[in-house]
C-alpha cells in the first residue's frame, strides 16, 4: 500500500481566465478501487492528465507508482493482440495472459489475431489485461464501457471487481455500484472522497442537499426577523436620542444621564442583532454550493391521429447477402418508450435505419404512419459546429427552451457562447438530446444517447422522460437507464 498525495493543486488551461482547480488537497491509496464522478466538463479528464504529468500545474502530485492511462493508443494495429500486449508488458508470461482473458470470457485464438480485426469490446478487454499485468503500475481508466453492449459491460465490471489500484471514470451507476469501493467526486466548488460505491454517495449527497436546503429556508427566516427586529431597536434608539433635547409632559427636565443610558443600552442591543444576522448570513453563505440545477421545463409532443404509429412483422434486414438480422416484429404505439436490446452486431441501428426511412433491403412487413414526424439522435456527434443560437434557428427550434434544458443538464452560460466543436463528448450529446425534446413530432428514436453523458445529467434525462412521456424508441446499454424509463423491451 502507497499513497498519491495531491497537495494544493492549481491548474487553469492556458489562456483561460477560468481555474479548473484551485488549491486542492486530498489523498488516495493506491489499494482502492476508485470510482470518478462528476458533470461533464468539471475537469475528470484533466485530472487524469495532470496525473500523467501532460500539464504543467501548480502545487504537488506525488505517487510511487507508474501512472497508466486506458484508452491506450495502438500505433501498430496490424500486429498480431499478443505482440500488443508484450508491448505494453514486457514481462508478463503467456499463461498469465490467458488466464486473465478467460476472466473476461475471451477466448485466447485472438492473441494470434491482427489487433485491428478485433471488435471494440474484444479490444477493450485486450488493453485491460495487458496494463493490469504490467508491474507497479495504478490504471487510469476513462469510460471503458463506450460502445460495449450490456452482457459485456457485466463481463468487464466482474474483472474490475477482482481487481485493484484504479481509478475509474464510468457514468453506468450499475457498472460503477459493482466494481468500486470508493468514490472521488468532482463538485461544483471542491472535491471530495468517499467510502462506498455510486449509490451510497448518491444518497449521502442527497441528504446533505436536503439538510443544506431546510436550513437555508430556516436561515432566510431568521435574516428577516432579525432584519426586522434590527430596523425596529434602530428606531427605537433613534426616538429616545432625539427625547435628550426635550421636556416630559409636565414640562419638568429630563434626566438626560437615564435617557442616554437608555439610548446607549438600545443601540448596544441593536448591534448585537446585527451581529446574529451578519452570523446566520455567513452560515447562509456556506449552503447551496454544490446542489446541482433543477430548473423546472415545459415540453410537449406532437400527438399522432391514430395509436399505432409503426409496426414490423417478420421483418428481416440484408446488407448485399448477408441477414442482418431475421423475424424480427414488434410496434410502436403512442406513449411507449421501448428499449430495443441486444448484442453489438444485432442489427439495431439497422431496424433504426429502416423506421427512420433509409434505404434499407428487407423482406416481411413494414408499415410506418403517413405524415409521421420523427426526431432522430445519432451516436455521431462530429457534424456539430458553430454556435448554438445559430444551430437552434437552422434547426427551427425554440432558442430559450433550448438553452433552458442545456442549463438544466450543467452548461453555464459563458459555454453558450462557444464554438460546439471545443465542446467535449458529453456535451455534444447533450445538445442533440436538448435539440431531439424542442422537436415538434411524433416519435422520438435515440440511438445509443448516453455515451459520454455524466451520471448526474443521465438521471435528470430520466426526470424529463418521465415527467413528459414522449413516444420513444432507445438503444442504450444503460441498465439502470433502461429499467428506469422503459415501458416495453424489444430484444433482437
Not at 514486457?90 to 490467458?98: G, K, L, R, T, V
Not at 448485399?320 to 439495431?348: A, M, P, W, Y
Not at 405524415?371 to 444551430?391: A, F, M, P, W
Request: aromatic share 10%.
Amino acid at each position: 500500500m502507497s499513497l498519491i498525495n495531491v497537495t494544493n493543486l492549481t491548474f487553469a488551461y492556458e489562456g483561460s481566465y477560468d481555474t479548473v482547480f484551485e488549491n486542492i488537497s486530498f489523498q488516495i491509496d493506491t489499494d482502492w478501487k476508485l470510482g470518478f464522478t462528476g458533470r461533464n466538463g468539471r475537469g475528470k479528464t484533466t485530472f487524469l492528465n495532470l496525473l500523467l504529468g501532460k500539464y504543467k500545474y501548480v502545487g504537488n502530485i506525488s505517487a510511487n507508482v507508474t501512472f497508466e492511462y486506458f484508452p491506450y493508443e495502438v500505433k501498430e494495429q496490424e500486429n498480431f493482440t499478443i505482440d500488443v500486449i508484450k508491448e505494453i508488458s514486457p514481462n508478463s508470461m503467456d499463461w498469465e495472459i490467458m488466464k486473465e482473458l478467460s476472466l473476461l470470457d475471451v477466448e485466447e485464438d485472438i492473441l494470434y489475431r491482427q489487433f485491428y480485426t478485433l471488435s471494440k469490446g474484444e479490444q477493450t478487454k485486450a488493453l485491460l489485461v495487458a496494463m493490469f499485468l504490467k508491474e507497479n503500475s495504478f490504471l487510469l481508466i476513462d469510460e471503458p464501457t463506450n460502445h460495449l453492449d450490456a452482457e459485456s459491460r457485466k463481463k468487464l465490471s466482474n474483472y474490475l471487481k477482482r481487481k485493484n489500484g484504479f481509478i475509474l471514470i464510468s457514468h453506468d451507476r450499475s457498472f460503477l455500484d459493482n466494481c468500486i469501493d470508493h468514490i472521488l467526486s468532482i463538485n461544483k466548488t471542491n472535491i471530495e472522497i468517499q467510502k462506498g460505491d455510486f449509490s451510497s454517495w448518491w444518497e449521502n449527497k442527497k441528504r446533505q442537499d436536503s439538510f443544506e436546503l431546510a436550513e437555508n429556508e430556516k436561515l432566510k427566516k431568521d435574516i428577516n426577523r432579525l432584519s426586522k427586529s434590527a430596523k425596529r431597536s434602530s428606531n427605537w434608539s433613534n426616538e429616545v436620542e432625539k427625547s435628550k433635547k426635550g421636556t416630559t409632559n409636565s414640562g419638568s427636565k429630563l434626566d438626560k444621564g437615564y435617557v442616554g443610558h437608555k439610548a446607549a443600552k438600545m443601540m448596544k442591543r441593536s448591534k448585537s442583532i446585527e451581529n446574529r444576522q451578519q452570523g446566520a448570513i455567513d452560515e447562509k453563505s456556506k449552503l447551496l454550493k454544490n446542489i446541482e440545477s433543477s430548473d423546472r421545463l415545459k415540453i410537449s409532443q406532437l400527438v399522432y391521429h391514430k395509436n399505432k404509429l409503426v409496426e414490423l412483422e417478420n421483418v428481416s434486414i440484408f446488407y448485399g447477402d448477408t441477414i442482418v438480422c431475421e423475424d424480427v416484429g414488434f410496434s410502436i404505439e403512442q406513449g411507449d418508450r421501448i428499449s430495443l436490446k441486444g448484442k453489438n452486431g444485432s442489427g439495431k441501428s439497422s431496424i433504426i435505419k429502416l423506421i427512420c426511412g433509409e434505404n434499407i433491403k428487407y423482406t416481411g412487413t413494414f408499415r410506418k404512419g403517413s405524415e409521421l414526424k420523427i426526431s432522430y439522435v445519432s451516436q455521431d456527434t462530429s457534424h456539430l459546429k458553430g454556435n448554438l443560437t445559430d444551430y437552434a434557428l437552422e434547426n427551427n427550434i425554440d432558442e430559450s427552451l433550448f438553452k433552458l434544458i442545456l442549463r438544466k443538464l450543467d452548461f453555464s452560460r459563458i459555454q453558450f457562447e462557444k464554438d460546439m466543436s471545443s465542446f467535449s463528448g458529453g456535451q455534444k450529446k447533450k445538445v442533440l438530446i436538448a435539440k431531439s425534446l424542442c422537436e415538434k413530432v411524433h416519435l422520438h428514436i435515440w440511438d445509443e444517447p448516453l455515451n459520454f453523458i455524466d451520471v448526474i445529467s443521465r438521471m435528470q434525462i430520466e426526470q424529463l422522460l418521465l415527467e413528459y412521456s414522449p413516444t420513444l424508441l432507445f438503444v442504450e446499454h444503460d441498465s439502470e437507464f433502461c429499467k428506469n424509463v422503459a415501458t416495453k423491451f424489444f430484444e433482437l
